[in-house]
């Protein structure tokens, strides 16, 4: 009896190992870039928070305050065209 396939079976076997150890491998360094992207976005987070406390400056304010009106202008204007083409 030929131990042929007993050969091939055993060199699929390593091959598969390998492929095993390399994607072992790789999952543990995605874990340890998944956790350094949690930790950052955890960090960036915790600024956003402390941002938005900051935030409430008066100059924050007035500049949020001159964009909404802007913006309420342009919505004007744009509506008065709107209400224009339909009569």
């Known amino acids: 009896m030929s131990k042929a396939w007993l050969q091939d079976l055993e060199e699929k076997v390593q091959e598969a190992a390998t492929r095993l150890k390399e994607q072992k491998?790789?999952?543990?360094?995605?874990?340890?870039?998944n956790s350094q992207l949690q930790e950052r976005i955890e960090e960036l987070e915790?600024?956003?928070?402390?941002?938005?406390?900051?935030?409430?400056?008066?100059e924050w304010q007035e500049e949020r305050q001159e964009i909404r009106e802007r913006v309420e202008k342009l919505v004007d204007h744009l509506?008065?065209?709107?209400s224009e083409e339909d009569s």
């Open 79 to 82: 509506s008065d065209l709107l």
């Open 25 to 33: 491998a790789l999952n543990q360094e995605l874990e340890e870039q």
């Open 46 to 58: 915790a600024q956003a928070a402390d941002a938005g406390d900051a935030g409430q400056s008066s």
